[in-house]
């Protein structure tokens, strides 16, 4: 693959940042016939598709963000000189192709793009139905950056494929694919790790865990509780189970006073069997499959536990592996629940809503990983790139 240089591809995102500027107008335009299209009846889906005048803003400032990070492609790693007289270098390089499958965001059109171009990688964006007119013209604006710059359209494209086209496309690409994300729901998932034959990096799944221990401040807990489920619920950030330390001070008063403070702020509440015992008019977790559940909804479970080692194995056995929280004023015991519960992202009296690129300081994101390999938490710029080993000889051979 071509290695551009860093001028080159930044000139391309000032022209993007002023094409999407110049034809706002028209995006909204094009994003209206698809919430036109689309039914309210999943809420989540819908808010994640909206495109107005502030989620242009945010597409905009998120070109400019990556446009003024440093080039993160030919960063030395290590460099060293072994007796031998061999010189060897590890430098950072592209991955080549990537792929990336989403649904309903088309801020992901922009952001992934981004990302992918400015770490000198090609991508093939497969976004949802739901968002066709919203990709398209974001296609348009990212292939007159790229003209306007004398490259090619082969930098940047959107893939307009069926299911069956795309697991066909997984299965053989026409060109190597490097990497393959698929942004979103369990379902996808299972469906690109079936088909795919490149690496396939796993995001989107949230599901994730706050835990009051009996050394909470209940004020805290409730305001962090209430920012983390209402903030934004198709966030896969967003939280779904809390888990009540039953030695807890005041521990029936004060599930009694979160299951009401959460209902006030219309959530439905689902409680185990032990605070169904307190919270007797809450509907119970139907089965056990509900603590696999990521919700997406304003719905959230309350269950009862005894003592953070049976917290960290509940949270290891149903989480997404995403985000996890601790309210606690202990901070031995918090550094305990953070080193062992297997997630992305661990908090101590801290919202989950902060596993964010733009939040942590990362900057646009392709995706939060959930993956151990080749990173963990949001992919941003730095993550888009692997390494390469550059060995300098003088007719070295190996005895």
Same mark, same amino acid.
């Given at each position: 693959?071509?290695?551009?240089?860093?001028?080159?591809?930044?000139? =391309?995102?000032?022209?993007?940042?002023?094409?999407?500027?110049?034809?706002?107008? $028209?995006?909204? $335009?094009?994003?209206?016939?698809?919430?036109?299209?689309?039914?309210? &009846?999943?809420?989540?889906?819908?808010?994640? /598709?909206?495109?107005?005048?502030?989620?242009?803003?945010?597409?905009?400032?998120?070109?400019?963000? =990556?446009?003024?990070?440093? &080039?993160?492609? @030919?960063?030395?790693?290590?460099?060293?000189?072994?007796?031998?007289? /061999?010189?060897?270098?590890?430098?950072?390089?592209?991955?080549?192709?990537?792929?990336?499958?989403?649904?309903?965001?088309?801020?992901?059109?922009? $952001?992934?793009?981004? %990302?992918?171009?400015?770490?000198?990688?090609?991508?093939?964006?497969?976004?949802?139905?739901?968002?066709?007119?919203?990709?398209?013209?974001?296609?348009?604006?990212?292939h007159e950056a790229l003209k306007e710059n004398s490259l090619g359209n082969e930098w940047i494209k959107l893939l307009h494929m069926s299911r069956t086209e795309t697991q066909e496309f997984l299965k053989n690409?026409?060109?190597?694919?490097?990497?393959?994300?698929?942004?979103?729901?369990?379902? %996808?998932?299972?469906?690109?790790?079936?088909?795919?034959?490149?690496?396939?990096?796993?995001?989107?799944?949230?599901?994730?865990? /706050?835990?009051?221990?009996?050394?909470? &401040?209940?004020?805290?807990?409730?305001? =962090?509780?209430?920012?983390?489920?209402?903030?934004?619920?198709?966030?896969?950030?967003?939280?779904?189970?809390?888990?009540?330390?039953?030695?807890?001070?005041?521990?029936?008063?004060?599930?009694?006073?979160?299951?009401?403070?959460?209902?006030?702020? $219309?959530?439905?509440?689902?409680? &185990?069997?032990?605070?169904?015992?307190?919270?007797?008019?809450?509907?119970?977790?139907?089965?056990?499959?509900?603590?696999?559940?990521?919700?997406?909804?304003?719905?959230?479970?309350?269950?009862?536990?005894? @003592?953070?080692?049976?917290?960290?194995?509940?949270?290891?056995?149903y989480s997404g592996g995403h985000s996890a929280s601790i309210i606690t004023k202990d901070k031995e015991e918090a550094l305990k629940f953070m080193e062992q519960i297997d997630s992305a992202a661990v908090y101590?009296?801290?919202?989950?809503?902060?596993?964010?690129?733009?939040?942590?300081?990362?900057?646009?994101? %392709?995706?939060?990983?959930?993956?151990?390999?080749?990173?963990?938490?949001?992919?941003?710029?730095?993550? %888009? =790139?692997?390494?390469?080993?550059?060995?300098? @000889?003088?007719?070295?051979?190996?005895?």
């Amino acid at each position: 693959m071509k290695l551009l240089k860093t001028e080159t591809k930044n000139n =391309v995102l000032k022209s993007m940042m002023q094409i999407l500027d110049k034809r706002r107008n $028209e995006i909204i $335009e094009a994003n209206k016939k698809d919430l036109d299209a689309f039914s309210k &009846d999943d809420q989540a889906m819908y808010d994640r /598709l909206i495109v107005d005048e502030k989620k242009v803003d945010g597409m905009i400032q998120s070109v400019k963000e =990556v446009m003024e990070q440093d &080039d993160p492609v @030919g960063q030395v790693i290590e460099h060293r000189q072994l007796d031998t007289g /061999l010189d060897i270098t590890n430098k950072t390089a592209p991955f080549g192709n990537i792929m990336i499958i989403y649904e309903s965001r088309p801020d992901v059109t922009i $952001e992934a793009s981004v %990302l992918a171009f400015k770490a000198n990688n090609k991508i093939f964006l497969k976004g949802g139905k739901e968002a066709i007119n919203s990709n398209k013209i974001l296609e348009e604006c990212w292939h007159e950056a790229l003209k306007e710059n004398s490259l090619g359209n082969e930098w940047i494209k959107l893939l307009h494929m069926s299911r069956t086209e795309t697991q066909e496309f997984l299965k053989n690409p026409p060109e190597q694919l490097d990497l393959i994300v698929p942004r979103g729901g369990e379902r %996808l998932i299972a469906f690109v790790k079936e088909h795919a034959t490149g690496a396939v990096l796993v995001s989107g799944r949230g599901n994730n865990f /706050l835990y009051i221990s009996e050394n909470a &401040d209940f004020e805290t807990a409730k305001k =962090v509780i209430l920012n983390a489920k209402t903030d934004k619920i198709s966030g896969c950030n967003a939280l779904d189970k809390v888990l009540v330390d039953k030695n807890l001070p005041q521990y029936e008063e004060r599930i009694k006073e979160l299951v009401k403070f959460m209902v006030d702020h $219309e959530v439905e509440v689902l409680v &185990d069997e032990e605070v169904s015992k307190i919270a007797t008019s809450q509907s119970k977790v139907p089965s056990e499959d509900t603590w696999y559940e990521e919700f997406l909804a304003m719905k959230m479970v309350i269950g009862s536990i005894d @003592g953070l080692d049976a917290v960290i194995e509940k949270i290891n056995k149903y989480s997404g592996g995403h985000s996890a929280s601790i309210i606690t004023k202990d901070k031995e015991e918090a550094l305990k629940f953070m080193e062992q519960i297997d997630s992305a992202a661990v908090y101590h009296n801290a919202s989950t809503r902060f596993t964010d690129g733009g939040q942590m300081g990362v900057g646009a994101e %392709l995706a939060i990983s959930t993956d151990k390999l080749h990173h963990r938490g949001p992919l941003g710029l730095k993550q %888009l =790139v692997t390494n390469k080993y550059y060995v300098l @000889g003088e007719g070295h051979i190996r005895a």
